[in-house]
């Protein structure tokens, strides 16, 4: 089975970016869709960002469409969450997760596996 954990997160001023990774242990990671999610304080952990098994398509939550960018390197067991002109709102703590599915997903329930999160605070 695949483990993943985040690296990347940190304060930023607003209109700054950061670069998130994951790494994912085990032979399986390529079996997997991958997913960024995100949860601010009080609120529940929302959809980010996808990627489907092969890196060829990905999706986005329409708040972070044209400003983030998601990508994975599968001989490196890695994916990526590059996050450009953040804002305030964008503070919160980013989990990567995984999902078994053929498909990639913006629900939570497809996702098995999950990482321990990192914190992502933007500034005004």
């Known amino acids: 089975q695949v483990q993943l954990a985040e690296s990347g997160g940190g304060l930023v001023q607003a209109g700054g970016s950061l670069r998130l990774s994951c790494a994912a242990s085990?032979?399986?990671?390529?079996?997997?869709?991958m997913g960024w999610f995100r949860q601010a304080p009080g609120k529940e952990r929302e959809f980010v960002a996808a990627?489907?098994?092969?890196?060829?398509?990905?999706y986005y939550a329409d708040s972070v469409k044209g400003r983030f960018t998601i990508s994975r390197d599968n001989a490196k067991n890695a994916m990526y969450l590059r996050m450009n002109s953040l804002k305030p709102e964008d503070t919160a703590v980013y989990y990567c997760?995984?999902?078994?599915?053929?498909?990639?997903?913006?629900?939570?329930?497809?996702?098995?596996?999950w990482g321990q999160g990192t914190q992502v605070t933007v500034s005004s």
């Open positions: 990627i489907n098994r092969s890196g060829s398509t990905t």
């Open positions: 085990g032979r399986s990671f390529g079996s997997y869709a």
């Open positions: 997760a995984g999902s078994p599915g053929w498909y990639l997903s913006t629900s939570r329930s497809e996702y098995d596996r």
